[in-house]
């Protein structure tokens, strides 16, 4: 039972370098979301799709791009990577308001 | 708009010892209420949850939490701690726009 699984979960950039994030969930779930997760700042959306072709702003999505091509999977994308990008990415689905399932997170330095 | 304010960064407490992790939120309109945890090196795993009824919300690992309306609070509590229990707990809000709003954190730090 896999559940929400990210690839990779360790990756480092040189600034202005592009690279996507993968999510795939195997629980059916219409709702998907990005978070990213820095010291002290609890956890912060990024963007996030209600269903299969469907995205979202979040709160901080400036610099971020998404693609919901398949229900299952929810990709997140950087054009021109930043340090201020360094973090620890979390993808997550749903069914039930507020009930979500985490990949196990994707940690992303930028130099 | 709404937020999440976890009052307490870190807290640490030794074995056996009960704890209380402060969780305040703001929102104009209701809303529903979680606590997640997160051990290290993992994702967030759901430990409560406060929808509706009883203020009162039992969890996974004997973990509790009470709703408070009036203080707009939603505190989470355990008895007797283990040195298991170490890892950060987040406190989350969700309303109807489809997006939860999580606090900064806590860090419970168990000692022997």
């Known amino acids: 039972n896999a559940g929400v699984t990210q690839t990779p979960k360790f990756r480092v950039l040189k600034t202005g370098q592009s690279m996507t994030l993968l999510c795939a969930q195997d629980?059916?779930?219409?709702?998907m979301y990005w978070y990213r997760q820095d010291p002290g700042m609890g956890l912060r959306l990024i963007h996030y799709s209600v269903g299969e072709g469907t995205t979202a702003k979040g709160e901080v999505p400036d610099g971020y791009n998404v693609s919901r091509l398949k229900k299952q999977n929810f990709l997140l994308g950087l054009e021109s990577a930043a340090p201020s990008q360094t973090s620890v990415y979390f993808c997550?689905?749903?069914?039930?308001?507020?009930?979500?399932?985490f990949g196990e997170g994707s940690r992303l330095t930028v130099l | 708009a709404q937020s999440v304010t976890q009052l307490d960064s870190q807290v640490p407490v030794f074995e056996e010892a009960p704890v209380e992790l402060r969780c305040n939120y703001s929102s104009s309109v209701s809303v529903y209420l979680f606590w997640y945890v997160q051990y290290p090196n993992q994702g967030l795993q759901l430990l409560l949850k406060?929808?509706?009824?009883?203020?009162l919300v039992k969890g996974i690992n004997g973990f509790e939490a009470e709703f408070n309306k009036s203080q707009t609070s939603f505190h989470l509590r355990k008895p007797s701690v283990h040195i298991s229990d170490t890892a950060e707990y987040f406190c989350a809000v969700y309303n109807a726009g489809n997006m939860l709003t999580f606090g900064g954190g806590t860090r419970l730090m168990v000692k022997p």
């Open positions: 629980m059916n779930h219409e709702y």
């Open positions: 997550a689905s749903r069914w039930l308001p507020g009930e979500l399932f």
């Open positions: 406060y929808l509706s009824g009883s203020t």
